[in-house]
Each structure stands twice: as structure tokens, then as C-alpha cells.
């Protein structure tokens, strides 16, 4: 059982992972509980997902660790919980376009996701996610900068912004138009950003701002046959 279930995570997450093995893969079934550790991320295939405006690059990225807590018994209404630690995340500016990359195509047209709405995009979309220790680096010709978040959480809410405990009261299903609405909202407690000037020559102060809580709400409507839209 827990092979099966490591060669379904490794098919997965291998799209996004370099490397990806079942040694890193820490497993224990009858907790619900899994780890991965020391992970790279494929650059580009970040670059796809998060549509990433085409003069910046991804040149590293990197992950110390992966824990996921599944609810067997309550997938039903009851998160997953997913939580990333130590992510840095470098990019860089170019002042030539890069291209685009189309790899997606041929692999969404066999992903189980796609198409009628069911319960695993059920359970995919209800996904808890925090992410701990997140530093974005960020190098230009004239400046760097950084950008450090202690702690993002991206996790389900009820229409009128409350957290709840299930599932079952984050989502709006209207039969008659034939879709469904959720919500998310996505917090962190501060953010830490410094940026300073790559010329040595010039007397200029790095910037440093501090940022404090913040909430930002989303809610997205899904056509019961798979079509996805933000607001």
C-alpha cells in the first residue's frame, strides 16, 4: 500500500520536483502522514504555473522540506493539510524575452483534474496549505532585493470571510447555472523587504520595509465541467 501510494505522490509531484525518488518520500499510511525532504523545484515548470511575466527567470528554487496530513476517514469535509518549510525562491531580470513554454498542453489533456467537476477536485480545492521560512531573491543589473515571509497561509473560508473547521461550508453550488463558487483567503503575519543598489560607486541607503498582517480574499467560480474563474 504504501509503494502504491509513494509512486502516485513521485507521478505527481514529478512534474515539479528534479530528482524526485522514493527514498525522499517518508510515508505513513495509517497516520495519514507524509514527508519529503531536501527537494528542488523545476524552474521552468514554476515559471508555467504561476504565468511569470516573460523578463523574469526562475534560476533556483528550493524546498528543505514537504509535510502533508490526510484525513482518510473525513476527506469528505475536512482539509488536507500541506506544509512547506525553508522555500527560497531566486530570480533574476532579463532584458531579453524568455520563451514561453507549452509543456503543459499535452500534459493537461490526460490530468484527471480537468474536466467533470467531481470529488477529487473536491478535495484538491479544499488543500490547506502553509508555507514556512519564504524568502523570494531577486537580482537586476542595477539592484537586488528580497522579500521574507515567516509564515503563508493559504486556506478555505465561508463566503462571509469566517474560518471554519469543514468544507462543507466554503463552497456555493448553484444547480440551476451549473457551477460552484469557493473562497480562499491567503495571510501572513509581517513581511521583511530590503532592496539596495548594485552600484558601489554611488552613496545610496538600502531600502528596508517591514510589513504587518495581511489578508487577502479570493473566490473563484468553477463550471461543473471544469472551467476555472477568479475574481
Not at 470571510?161 to 460552484?180: A, E, Y
Request: hydrophobic letters at 40%.
Amino acid at each position: 500500500m504504501a509503494s502504491l501510494i509513494k509512486s502516485q505522490i513521485i507521478k505527481r509531484l514529478s512534474k515539479f520536483v528534479k530528482n524526485l525518488s522514493s527514498n525522499q518520500i517518508n510515508l505513513s499510511t495509517l497516520k495519514g502522514e507524509g514527508e519529503l525532504s531536501s527537494i528542488d523545484l523545476d524552474e521552468q515548470a514554476l515559471e508555467d504555473v504561476i504565468e511569470l511575466p516573460t523578463w523574469l527567470k526562475i534560476r533556483k528554487a528550493t524546498c528543505g522540506r514537504i509535510f502533508i496530513k490526510i484525513p482518510w476517514t473525513n476527506l469528505k469535509t475536512l482539509p488536507i493539510q500541506l506544509q512547506l518549510d525553508d522555500v527560497t525562491i531566486e530570480i533574476e531580470t532579463y532584458e531579453q524575452l524568455r520563451d514561453l513554454h507549452n509543456s503543459n498542453d499535452a500534459s493537461n489533456a490526460n490530468d484527471p483534474l480537468l474536466g467533470k467537476y467531481g470529488f477529487t477536485n473536491r478535495v484538491i480545492d479544499g488543500i490547506s496549505l502553509t508555507i514556512t521560512n519564504l524568502t523570494f531573491a531577486v537580482k537586476a543589473q542595477a539592484f537586488k532585493a528580497s522579500i521574507f515571509l515567516p509564515s503563508l497561509e493559504i486556506y478555505s473560508i465561508t463566503p462571509y470571510g469566517k474560518k471554519v473547521d469543514t468544507l462543507n461550508l466554503t463552497r456555493l453550488r448553484n444547480s440551476t447555472k451549473d457551477h460552484i463558487l469557493l473562497f480562499k483567503e491567503i495571510s501572513w503575519q509581517n513581511a521583511r523587504i530590503e532592496a539596495s543598489s548594485n552600484d558601489s560607486t554611488m552613496a545610496t541607503a538600502a531600502i528596508r520595509l517591514i510589513a504587518n498582517a495581511c489578508r487577502i480574499r479570493i473566490s473563484m467560480k468553477k463550471n461543473l465541467q471544469g472551467y476555472l474563474f477568479f475574481s
